[in-house]
């Protein structure tokens, strides 16, 4: 007797029915577990590699000569950890209050790239290996304006004291001219691709509960996040994201 297409043992299984945090909590691993298995792919065109169907060393980057391991994600894990770490962490790191993980700051968020980028925070070798030129330009123009702290993600540094630009007028001034010149020189679509598209992952699960309407819109309460900001590709992806957790 023949054995059962893949497909009918999925059909089989019983639907388990779980929380929006660990739902989140996956969405998360199975970001890195899509970006290590996908990683070696990089920079081939369709049809020119072998099937992927498990964990294969990252010949397109080196640790001390050898290929990646298996397992390792890239930059694009890297910067949805970064994004997330953010979001959840602004609020109770800045001394305020309102909902947790609802700290959706920009300047934070750059400075927390920042810190992937030169230190290494949120990569899985302790280096940043891999950078897209428009996100290497973004970061230069942040730096070169803004002088943000060398502070670390994983530990427990970066303070209200130490970090919050209310208490800083002349740094938040500078933040606010950063901004504006990154959106002014990088906002146009040729700059907007699906890389951007996984990047921005933590946004949907942080907001999935302004997420309404068929076609996903999201509501007013969405505002808060400056959604004018991202391209319509973003906007799709957050509402797919968010729909499976409301």
């Known amino acids: 007797m023949s054995a059962p297409p893949p497909h009918a043992v999925l059909n089989s299984q019983r639907l388990i029915l779980s929380t929006p945090q ?6 998360l691993l199975g970001t890195a577990l899509v970006d290590a298995l996908g990683g070696p792919a990089e920079f081939h065109r369709r049809f020119t590699f072998p099937f992927v169907d498990e964990m294969t060393e990252n010949a397109n980057f080196d640790e001390d000569g050898e290929p990646l391991k298996k397992g390792v994600w890239t930059d694009d894990t890297s910067m949805v950890l970064c994004l997330g770490w953010s979001i959840a962490t602004f609020k109770s790191r800045h001394g305020l209050g309102g909902e947790p993980g609802d700290g959706f700051d920009e300047a ?26 428009t996100i290497a330009n973004a970061l230069r123009t942040w730096t070169a304006l803004t002088e943000p702290p060398r502070s ?17 007028p002349d740094r938040q001034s500078k933040q606010q001219r950063a901004l ?24 949907g699960l942080a907001y999935y509960r302004y997420v309404v309407g068929k076609q996903g819109a999201f509501d007013e309460s969405g505002d808060k996040i400056k959604l004018a900001k ?17």
């Open 152 to 168: 670390k993600l994983s530990g427990e540094s970066l303070k209200p004291s130490s970090a919050d630009t209310s208490n800083n």
């Open 180 to 203: 504006q010149k990154i959106a002014k020189d990088l906002s146009k679509p040729a700059f907007s691709g699906n890389g951007s598209l996984m990047r921005v992952i933590p946004v």
């Open 230 to 246: 991202f391209g319509q590709v973003q906007l799709s992806g957050f509402c797919t994201v968010a729909r499976p957790l409301q």
């Open 22 to 27: 660990s739902k989140i909590h996956f969405a």
């Open 108 to 133: 934070d968020q750059l400075d927390a790239y920042v810190q992937w980028w030169r230190d290494g925070e949120m990569s899985a070798i302790g280096r940043c290996f891999d950078i897209g030129n």
